[in-house]
């Protein structure tokens, strides 16, 4: 972090700068410009904040040169972190797909889901419990009775279950059901769900937040990794904008850049990035070629049935069609599509 | 609601709908238009949504005629709601400035800004004891001891308590000390801190999320009503933008459009939404113009040495030049300032 | 201009960085931290920016220490520009309004709302005679014959004109019309039409662009200033945001802040900034109340029957009732309106 | 169009909203709903507009059924249109790539810069002659002389060249020069400029604003299309959001999109959406698997030295690899790369 003290800043500005920093055990080094003294602070940054400093009479600006985030870095970690599951694995040469219904409905329709996107190659299977909805009259979700649900389809199918968690409360009756437990977008910042989840042993798929920055998204994985829980997954799921045609506007550059940054994997969600069902399988393709190391589809057998977002699911049908188109694009990219046989 | 038939929708398309919308115990009123059929939804549309319709085969487009918030809305409660404390309300004539450092840091610092904001003319004491940060690294509040300082002050200077709660599991603790519960920017879509604080008997000021329309916001308060608590006070703090010299950009036309909208009485908290203490004295001032029913305003008595978001806080000085500037803003459009002698 | 190093940058990329900054005629001044070598630029940073210097091999981070604005800076003019016009000014004490309908629709209507607005105490009568829209098929407005419509209304009213110039190749005749060019949102970066309004010697009314930052605003100024012509005058009109009930969110904290960035003069266009007529009286209040030099006010004698924009048109009783409702907001921070009485 | 009527809206109110419409030479079909009256509007809605009607006493709401673009809709031309030039396409199975600097420096660099992109594939060279500064101290285009020089790349090479146009006035200049008119995101809708581009015979890239809605950006198209050029090609460039690692956010699912409501090709610029070279690439292959039907990529032999957007610019030996990476992802949807033989 480096300090650009005003043009006419005091001596006893810079001496209060100094010892702001000496006081949580960092070193300072002082250089004078032309202009402007620049203060540099030596050691490990993260436990003091810019706006600390900013705040100080005589400080002109304050620049960051490390980014907040430590554990979540490529710098901490250079090669990108593979989240082992059961027979296979995310952020490996191979892109697994996981697909279902955005909330579990009943458990017919659900086993029908569960054993149709098996046959076509998905590895996981997502389906909410507990939904997290914008009115209170709509449906919240099955509950525990929805967690039963999920975890008789994996037991016929062989899927794992991932699905998402509203409340600290809750994170052990979840975890008791789910393979992996999923932080949705509006909890990106729930920092209670967050720590608690820092603690159990289950991969947490987080998703980014639909108006958060690609660095806030990466400081909510610092928590849960500085909570001990070394298996976050994150989960770009479009971002809001002003455009109206889409729901949320999937921004796909998160991807190459994440994966700059960090050495986490990073999965797509298009059915909640665009909010149309029309435009999921390109935008799928696109995420494969941008990088994606998995892919979150919304599926259901009936889609104007779906008790919610029915507009953004897939048919069967589509689901086929959208995974045999994937094969080609991640071999040309040098990976392959788990459960599909690009060569078929 | 409305249903448009697209120009070649067949007749079981048309059946489809309108067994759809029988399904949930409404009834239907069909127009046959030139190139459109139209169906009209009739009876109370709360428990049918948009998009359940829209996915039918043959639908061109769903329009949604009322608000889907009912408690919240005007139409609902024709008079304002007056949030009635201790001595004085929210929502009435007189508008109660409530003010305090970001988050609560010691015994000392609380006490003597209590005292400082009580005799300028503050109402409320405003303190973070559990604070939501960004960095898992960042003090994260003092907890319960904060939340007992917050009602030693109260014991000793009169003024109430608003504070944060950021879990399901702390709402009743926090309820223990505090007068008035916040929900904070990040948490205004956690819906189970949502239903929990609206089964409480304590008046719960909902910050507007930085990625909120004014819509969801009012969905979020229909949350807390529909459980029962009827005293949700609205807080306006500013929404995310490209712009970059503010750290949010304070809507102030929300005002009289939520006003328009709903009963509910609206706070504004230009510390957060502008994140610069040197625009916040002007936008009190506006806020105050545009209709605002109460202020949320960060002072510290010495901002350099805050533990948090010391950038935006007013020294005690800017404070008091603030309150004195409101009274005549205040009287311009027919109110008061609590506190605050505006013929003095 | 401050250039940080990689820790890991050799010898040459420092020499390859000094030498670039040399190139241009500025100077160095060099400073090694325990981590980063610090290059500091000496000298007028105008004509080079930071990309150019943030593509080099070993670069960390370039942070520009100045505005990238100059003659527009409140450095360089320290007090507010006061636009002086026929018998009121600008940026001064009054604040002047500037009133009329969006479109120049028919000689009978401007003349009736120019008398109308002219009695109520506006100083300026607004009316766009080439009008930017959206659609192809929409009205573009009357063109010349509009802009001797207006000249006809100053004339028997006394109101100054003020309308909008859409091209290059229209500033001489619109000039030769109007007491003030307007550049509109769509335009604030026509970089070929900032540069004719800068070589004349009429006032400029630049509006902020729909999805402009602060800074990207004043370098439009800039562009302006630097032409020569020193009258420019801000318009805050709103930005763009994912907010659906309003048209735009007026941002009103832009006033303070670029007041403190600059010296010309802002002011406040609410009818743009909400499109919403019911929203306007309250955010002309708060625009006053936020240190606003002036306001533009759509008004039409029958808002039922304007071309374009009569959602956000007063009527004008509702002009008349705002106009009074301003004079004590005025007052109360310590200015008046132009053309009221504040004491009746 | 659809106009409901508010429950208490009075019979005056109705023939006032019946014969607004049939003024402008349409026709309605009324319908009486249970609450609400409908007047469903008949014929060629173009010629008016929601805000019409909207403004109109008694009315509670419009909804417009059909798009307000015509001939960019996919419903007026089925087919997509397939730009010819000479010796390929823009439309078709073949993607072609336009490559080249942000702004042409001087002969040599062009020269250079031409020759390496037209051996690694690309169809047209892309260069700014006259370039849209934010700051007016920033090197603003070579003007003319810039045109001589793409003229003369084009002459050796074979590539075609497309370049910016910022001023109508400029159009018969720059058409005498380029195969193809580029309009600048900051120009999306300049009208003025739109409108003279609509009357020459040359293709038109038009950019979209990056503060401009799918919707606005056909719009802008409509304007050219009406003016009767019937070459558009759309670019995809970013969009402006609140990230602040990336300069824009590419928004890739538009392709898909506007692919479906239009019949025009469109085009992406990953460099100047992401504005990183680092990120472009992979964004690249996103845009082809997204269904893109060309590329815009910034290739500078030395981007260290480049006068505008070094930062963005692929280096020769980047570019070719990007080239390469192409060919299978296009062959993934059944397409190719113009120039990259993807069995090679």
Redesign the interface.
Known sequence: M?V?MKKDAQERDLD?VVSRIRDVGL?V?L??????T?V?V?GDV??I?P??L????GV??V?R?MH?FKLASREFREETSEIQLNGFSIGGREIPVMAGPCAVENRETLMETARGVRARGAKVLRGGAFK???????F?GLGEEGLEFMAEAREETGLLVVTEV?????VELVSSYADILQIGA??M?????LHEVGAVDKPVLLKR???A????WL?SA??VL??GNQRVILCERG????????RN?????????VK??SHLPVVVDPSH??G?S??VP??A???????ADGLLIEVHPR??E?L????QSLTMEEFEAMMK?LG??A???DRSVAGVDSTA
Chains 1, 2, 3, 4 share one sequence.
């Not at 900013?54 to 009479?57: A, K, T, Y």
């Open positions: 480096i650009v209060r070193d080094h250089s004078e410009g032309v202009e402007h620049i540099g030596v993260r436990h904040r706006e600390d900013q705040v100080l009479s002109l600006r620049v040169i907040p997290p909805r914008t009115s209170p009259y709509s919240q509203l409340s600290p409360g809750d509006r909890n910042q729930n920092y209670s769900l937040g639909m108006m920055s690609v660095e806030e400081m610092e928590y500085s909570g971002i809001r904008t002003f455009e109206g045609y889409t506007t999937l921004d796909l550059s998160a991807v190459p850049l700059g940054l990035g665009t149309r029309d435009l390109a935008m393709r696109a995420a494969v070629a941008a990088g889609p104007e779906a919610s977002d029915g507009p188109s080609p694009i071999e040309a990219v």
